[in-house]
């Protein structure tokens, strides 16, 4: 089956600065999304983006799929940006999406 | 809108014993997955159904099973629990399928087998 690799696994910065999160995939994908994981467990949606470059707030990601990565750009980090950050792929005619095992950010004051 | 709901949010079992997890969803979604998720891993799909009546198995669903009598719900019943269950179960919704939809998951259910 396909493979995701997210890196660096663990990332942590200070309050302010911009990080750069990565997800390489081993084949050609229908569906690609990233998901932030709070401290408290829940899962939300940050990016549907099969292709292309999206951007929300301090938030932005490109995926070229030709290539096969995606990158989560986070600017001016918070503390509250913390977390763990996954993302999963669907390829094929299945239904199932692959998740990465994800990157732990933890933003220091 | 209260979106996708799941309960309980915390239970502890005890081997051989039974459960079910509820999950709900308010958005009119076709879609409805359920996952798990163990300690440092990314989530596993254990079941999903493309709609009512319709359910199918995903990677991991030795040891549970599903139903889906309504759109808006779909519970996980847990026979004869295990604690290779002991994980956080997230139940999740799309409007179209994963391949063109977005996923839209609830708050989680953390499962104990002891």
Known sequence: ?109 | NAGVTQTPKFRILKIGQSMTLQCAQDMNHNYMYWYRQDPGMGLKLIYYSVGAGITDKGEVPNGYNVSRSTTEDFPLRLELAAPSQTSVYFCASSYRRERAGELFFGEGSRLTVL
């Open chain 1, 1 to 109: 089956g396909i493979q995701v690799e997210q890196s660096p696994p663990d990332l942590i910065l200070q309050e302010g600065a911009n990080s750069t999160l990565r997800c390489n995939f081993s084949d050609s994908v229908n569906n690609l999304q990233w998901f932030h994981q709070n401290p408290w467990g829940q899962l939300i949606n940050l990016f549907y983006i099969p292709s292309g470059t999206k951007q929300n707030g301090r938030l932005s990601a490109t995926t070229v799929a030709t290539e096969r990565y995606s990158l989560l750009y986070i600017s001016s980090s918070q503390t509250t940006d913390s977390g763990v950050y996954f993302c999963a792929v669907l390829t094929g005619a299945n239904s199932k999406l692959t998740f990465g095992k994800g990157i732990t950010l933890s933003v220091r004051p």
